[in-house]
């Protein structure tokens, strides 16, 4: 079974944080399922990752 989390970026946050969560929760073992961006100011990451952990 695999469970799944979103992250956010907003209009004011900086790509690298961004990038620094997706690194950090990928060292957590969550890959990215898909990410989607509206207008470069705000994008969502949907992760997943088997429950067993």
């Known amino acids: ?7 956010k970026k907003g209009m004011w946050g900086k ?4 990038e620094d969560n997706l690194n950090q929760l990928a060292r957590e073992g969550w890959t990215v399922n898909s990410v989607t961006h509206h207008g470069g100011s705000f ?3 949907l992760l997943e ?3 067993n952990r």
């Open 15 to 18: 790509d690298a944080d961004f």
């Open 43 to 45: 994008m969502k990451a």
């Open 1 to 7: 079974m695999k469970e799944y989390k979103i992250i």
């Open 49 to 51: 990752r088997e429950k």
